[in-house]
């Protein structure tokens, strides 16, 4: 019987981590000829996470450029995207979440008529700002596709609503829960040099924020509310892996640069980085995927965003909705370094896992082998 090919696209580093569990369940069934087709939106990052996996791009379009718009990545992608799928046969093509790679390279294929299948679709923030660009991209990526593989049984009810048919709907959980077990067995201390200058012991907070809607005046007020975190507590550290975007370093420099028990480093790669977010005190995050992680490990995290499309993270999870200003940020983190059981309650709360069991991959190839194979 001839393999069906199934092409991957991957852009980003949190696209390779959450993708890479469904390549390897691709790859290790014969009924699959698996593809990775990487757009480099991020360069060495995305290379990380791909050698920590094991894997490999069969095509990297190697579109990155200092200060790219997103004007550039869209058109860019969508062009090299679409020249690969020319030749390439493919039987259907899998796009991850809700990047700029997401959205172009999911219409060069809806343009050639591949079958799409979209790994988290569903999410919905309902604001088309919030996150921004990516709220537009999940959004309009989920009326081209063929699969929508929703990580919550909410994810699945918003592609109903709007119109997406019921067999073309499965509820997976999310595939970075896949990724986050694989990890934890594989890394059991950091390799990071910047993370050697932690005293044993020592309790730190974890914090990324990089999101486009954050630039300027928001990222300022979590920068501010760090700066206060650190005064009052003289014996807390932070980690603080700093996005690859000029316009995010420039801000978290100006505040943080140089002080005492402020680790400012590159992004850690993704093994030191879960273990980051296990051996922290807690989270603070504007990042989408960590909501998840966090959730799983039942660790507290601030989600430094007015909105989240993954409400269950609130609901039924480790996630405390904080925003961008620095008073709400302060209040928050100091009741949890502060109040006794206030950590406790949130690992309670996190007894039942709103976001999978970590075989969301192996759902996601049984369902392209019941409808590719028959």
């Not at 691709?26 to 757009?39: G, N, P, Q």
């Not at 020592?202 to 979590?222: D, N």
């Not at 949890?336 to 309650?345: F, M, N, Q, S």
């Amino acid at each position: 019987m001839e393999r069906k090919k199934v092409v991957c696209v991957i852009g980003t580093r949190p696209e390779a981590i959450k993708m890479a569990p469904v390549v390897k369940a691709l790859a290790a069934d014969a009924s699959f000829d698996v593809r990775v087709l990487a757009t480099g939106q991020h360069a060495a990052m995305l290379d990380q996470v791909l050698d920590f996996f094991g894997l490999s791009a069969d095509r990297n379009l190697h579109i990155m450029r200092e200060r790219q718009s997103l004007d550039y990545i869209t058109s860019s992608v969508l062009t090299g995207v679409g020249e690969y799928f020319d030749g390439a046969g493919a039987a259907a093509v899998l796009v991850h979440g809700d990047t700029t790679t997401t959205f172009a390279a999911g219409l060069a294929a809806f343009y050639r008529g591949i079958p799409i299948g979209h790994v988290e679709a569903g999410l919905r923030s309902g604001n088309m700002r919030l996150p921004f660009p990516e709220e537009m991209n999940r959004v309009l990526v989920d009326k081209m596709i063929t699969w929508g593989f929703a990580p919550t049984k909410l994810a699945a009810e918003n592609l109903r609503k709007e119109g997406l048919p019921e067999g073309a709907i499965s509820v997976t959980g999310n595939t970075v829960i896949d990724a986050l077990f694989y990890t934890i067995t594989k890394r059991r201390s950091p390799e990071a040099g910047e993370l050697s200058v932690l005293p044993d012991g020592a309790p730190f907070l974890l914090v990324t924020a990089h999101r486009r809607e954050s630039w300027g005046r928001p990222l300022e007020g979590i920068c501010e509310a760090l700066v206060e975190i650190l005064d009052a507590h003289p014996d807390v550290w932070m980690v603080v892996p700093m996005h690859k975007n000029p316009a995010v370093r420039e801000t978290i420099g100006k505040y943080l640069g140089g002080r005492d028990r402020a680790i400012l480093c590159d992004p850690l790669d993704y093994p030191d980085f879960v273990w980051a977010m296990n051996a922290s005190k807690f989270i603070l995050s504007d990042s989408g995927g960590v909501q998840e992680e966090a959730s799983a490990i039942k660790k507290p995290v601030l989600i430094l965003r007015d909105v989240t499309e993954r409400p269950e993270a609130v609901e039924q999870g480790s996630g405390l909705l904080v925003g961008v200003r620095k008073e709400k940020i302060l209040a928050a983190a100091l009741r949890l370094l502060e109040e006794p059981g206030a950590i406790a309650a949130i690992e309670k709360r996190c007894e039942a896992q709103p976001f999978g069991d970590g075989t969301a991959s192996v759902k996601i190839v049984n369902t392209l082998k019941e409808s590719l194979l028959k």
